[in-house]
């Protein structure tokens, strides 16, 4: 599996979307399974992700540091056999990334 984390919401970020459908598309043509993983549900967005799986860390709009955003993301693919995670965000860091 290889995971794609993007911070999107109502105001910002389709593009940061529309950027990783593409990849991910590419992605599942060399039958990799790709999952989406998102803030909390955006309803906005919601034509741009109808066909991806999507993994929210919140139902509702939260605001994590990059600490806790990262460890979130690592309980939620704790149990999952994970190639790689892809970053797309301007607001998570390398400190992100390090975690």
């Given at each position: 599996?290889?995971?794609i984390r993007t911070?999107?919401?109502?105001d910002i970020g389709i593009g940061h979307i529309v950027r990783m459908q593409h990849l991910s598309k590419e992605l599942q043509f060399l039958d990799k399974n790709v999952v989406f993983i998102l803030d909390y549900p955006v309803y906005?967005?919601?034509p741009y992700i109808k066909d991806a799986?999507?993994?929210?860390?919140?139902?509702?709009?939260m605001n994590y540091s990059q600490e806790e955003d990262a460890k979130n993301v690592i309980n939620l693919l704790k149990?999952?056999?994970v190639e790689m995670i892809v970053l797309d965000?301007?607001?998570l860091s390398i400190e992100w990334e390090n975690i």
């Open positions: 599996m290889i995971a911070k999107v919401s109502a906005k967005i919601s799986n999507v993994i929210y860390l919140s139902d509702k709009k149990n999952k056999s965000s301007y607001e």
